[in-house]
């Protein structure tokens, strides 16, 4: 069964500093994707990056990028330079290769401060 | 559309009423997927829809849930005899295909208090 832990309740970071939130999965399945997800708190689901299985090089998206080590099955999400903004919940969730629905982590509270 | 469209966004029910919750999936995406997320925590997963056939309902608590996306019509989602513990934040999301890879793209969710 698919596994999606995040081990960080919550963390805190100073704005214009880089934090990471950790991310490890557990599947046996070759091929799969891996999803980061933002949840302010007005509380809609804001997709933010995604790395694929079969992917060599570690995803981008503007602040975000993902650091994907395959062999130890983690999937953590970097964001550069904080802001304010930054300030929610993040979901890691992944997609198994011919199985549809995404299996969510539990989700880490950021905060950024001032 | 070009967004997933959730109605009502807010609904209160007393318990044991009925709750019915409607999505329209972004145009040209053939999966959707409903999902229940209660005190902003945990997604659990419901069901999800390959057009109008369901594709995966592992997640419906069968007694009192029910889903159906029919053609032409919004999705909906009808809990039945409503529970305290059904209040919670129902999302809808749709994909374009049925690869690992594509997007989940989410609604802004329908917000269930029964009280």
């Known amino acids: 069964a698919q596994k999606i832990t995040q081990t960080q309740p919550g963390m805190f970071v100073q704005e214009k500093e880089a934090v990471t939130l950790d991310c490890t999965y557990d599947t046996s399945d070759p091929s799969y994707g891996l999803f980061w997800y933002k949840q302010p708190s007005s509380g809609e689901m804001i997709f933010l990056i995604y790395q694929g299985s079969y992917d060599q090089q570690n995803a981008t998206e503007g602040r975000y990028s993902l650091n994907f080590q395959k062999a130890r099955k983690s999937a953590n999400l970097v964001i550069s330079a904080s802001q304010l903004g930054d300030s929610a919940m993040y979901f890691c969730?992944?997609?198994?290769?011919?199985?549809?629905?995404?299996?969510f982590g539990k989700g880490t509270k950021l905060t950024v401060n001032p | 559309g070009e967004e997933v469209a959730q109605t009502p966004k807010h609904l209160v029910r007393g318990e044991g009423q009925k709750a019915k919750l409607y999505c329209a999936p972004i145009k040209g995406h053939s999966y959707v997927f409903w999902y229940q997320q209660v005190l902003k925590n945990e997604f659990k997963f419901l069901i999800s829809f390959q057009n109008e056939n369901v594709f995966d309902e592992t997640g419906m608590p069968k007694e009192r849930f029910s889903a159906k996306c029919l053609p032409n019509s919004p999705c909906s989602l009808e809990i039945q005899a409503t529970k305290l513990e059904d209040s919670a934040v129902y999302f809808c999301?749709?994909?374009?295909?049925?690869?690992?890879?594509?997007?989940?793209?989410f609604g802004e969710g329908s917000w269930l208090t029964v009280v």
């Open positions: 999301a749709s994909s374009p295909e049925s690869k690992s890879g594509n997007t989940i793209y």
């Open positions: 969730a992944q997609r198994r290769g011919g199985s549809e629905k995404l299996v």
